[in-house]
């Protein structure tokens, strides 16, 4: 039987109906290695560094979540988006979380040779909306309630009824805390005000530690822009062990007119300090981009702020925050795809000159959070929910069915276009 490659959709049938026999599998691996290689050698842009990325504005990082700590989805989806050609995987700020990037980064690197991207964690200063937990309990639920917290969770973190009522195992929590990223769509959908969030700040002493692992490359913190005294504290107890990242981002809100002076104060606590390069976050829509088209306006109009200010200080600018397939689009309305940036036009005093050059990107690039685990990650559940607990890589059609969704994703930044290889793949 033909491999449906091409048309295949992620809840199609035919993928719970084909049955694989082992030559089948080590033959469509090697026509999914076949392509990746193809890609590598024609876009040079999935096989530099991530810094170089940046430069150019083609720079993708994939966002696992900074609270998301399902290690099985965190494991594929880092295997998956590596053979697409992301730069950076962010996680959470957790041991257990880390090594399931680099378990599917290595897991990934098994099966084509493809560049290892940086893995980036995520701590924060304060409260924020990325480190909170939803919690319910279900014994107090009324027995009739049509469960809409269950249908709007984009994380499948509040199970069906029938699992936590489970006489063998009964859910103290309506909630997979491991799941539930905060995103806060529960906390509104409940018509008897019976979801409360809890929100946390990460340990810093024991991010202290991940930071000096040789499979940690970068560190992302995650401020409201309000004030700057959280800030200072935690990057003075994290100072010992910045050396040790390739790449400090900070990702901050938009706060309209206080943004650049909020970015100044948070540069100068930063700068005695930063021995790499630095990059801002513009967080335009918090946790929103799989929620449809319009949220990624917010992070453009963010962009197209900021990338007209002349004295911003030194760092990258990439988006998140609501991205999702027209990000890149949107990005090309504003002039602000892959542009560059002109010297005679940049006067930021905290920034040396020699880091700016007329080659560099206005925008570095973008991050994919909800939309990117989203459309790989339907393919994911349905894995699950047939073979269970298992490595992507284990059932090569599920594979290309994810592989298709990001590199579609990932290819409109990284100027591969998956459709040339397509006929390739689907004839063998
Ligand atoms: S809807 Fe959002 S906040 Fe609620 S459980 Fe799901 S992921 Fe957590
Ligand atoms: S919507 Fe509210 S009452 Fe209904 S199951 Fe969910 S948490 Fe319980």
């Known amino acids: 039987m033909a491999l449906c490659f091409v048309s295949c959709s992620a809840s199609s049938g035919p993928i719970q109906q084909l049955s694989t026999s082992e030559s089948q599998k080590n033959h469509r691996l090697s026509r999914i290695v076949k392509t990746i290689v193809q890609i590598s050698a024609q876009s040079r842009s999935i096989s530099s560094s991530p810094i170089d990325s940046l430069r150019r504005g083609n720079w993708v990082k994939l966002i696992c979540g900074a609270s ?165 504290e935690l990057w003075n107890s994290l100072a010992a062990s910045v050396s040790h990242v390739k790449l400090v981002a900070v990702s901050l809100p938009d706060v309209g007119d206080s943004t650049l002076s909020c970015m100044k104060s948070l540069y100068s606590i930063m700068k005695p300090n930063l021995t790499c390069h630095n990059l801002w976050q513009l967080d335009g829509r918090p946790m929103s981009g799989d929620i449809g088209r319009g949220t990624t306006r917010e992070t453009i109009a963010f962009a197209v702020r900021l990338a007209a200010i002349r004295d911003k200080p030194c760092g990258f600018l990439q988006l998140a925050g609501g991205t999702n397939s027209h990000t890149v689009d949107s990005l090309k309305k504003v002039e602000l795809f892959q542009n560059t940036l002109d010297p005679e036009n940049y006067s930021g005093e905290a920034c040396s000159p020699k880091d700016v050059s007329n080659s560099e990107a206005i925008i570095g690039g973008v991050a994919y959070g909800g939309y990117a685990r989203k459309i790989v990650g339907r393919v994911l559940h349905e894995l699950q929910n047939k073979h269970g607990v298992t490595g992507v890589e284990n059932h090569p059609l599920y594979l290309e069915e994810s592989l298709r969704e990001a590199m579609a994703l990932v290819g409109s930044i990284k100027d591969y276009d998956l459709s040339k290889y397509e006929m390739e793949l689907y004839h063998g």
Not at 106 to 125: C, F, G, K, L, Y
Not at 190 to 219: E, G, N, W
Request: with cysteine; glycine share 4%.
């Open 68 to 232: 998301f700590e399902d290690v099985v989805d965190v494991r594929n989806l880092s295997l998956v988006y590596t053979l697409a050609g992301v730069d950076c995987i962010d996680c959470a700020a957790e041991a257990s979380v880390v090594n399931a990037v680099n378990e599917g980064i290595e897991a990934a690197r098994q099966i084509a040779p493809v560049r290892r991207p940086w893995v980036m964690v995520s701590v924060n200063d304060d409260e924020d909306l990325h480190f909170r937990k939803a919690e319910f309990d279900p014994l107090d639920c009324p027995p009739d309630c049509s469960r809409p917290c269950e249908r709007v969770c984009p994380a499948d973190a509040i199970p069906p009824a029938r699992l936590i009522m489970d006489e063998e195992s009964p859910r103290k929590s309506g909630v997979i805390t491991e799941r539930c990223y905060g995103c806060g769509r529960c906390l509104h959908s409940c018509p008897y005000d019976k979801i409360s969030s809890i929100t946390y700040v990460r340990d810093a002493a024991s991010t202290l530690q991940l930071l000096r692992r040789d499979d940690v490359d970068a560190i992302e913190i995650h401020t409201n822009a309000r004030q700057t005294d959280s800030f200072k």
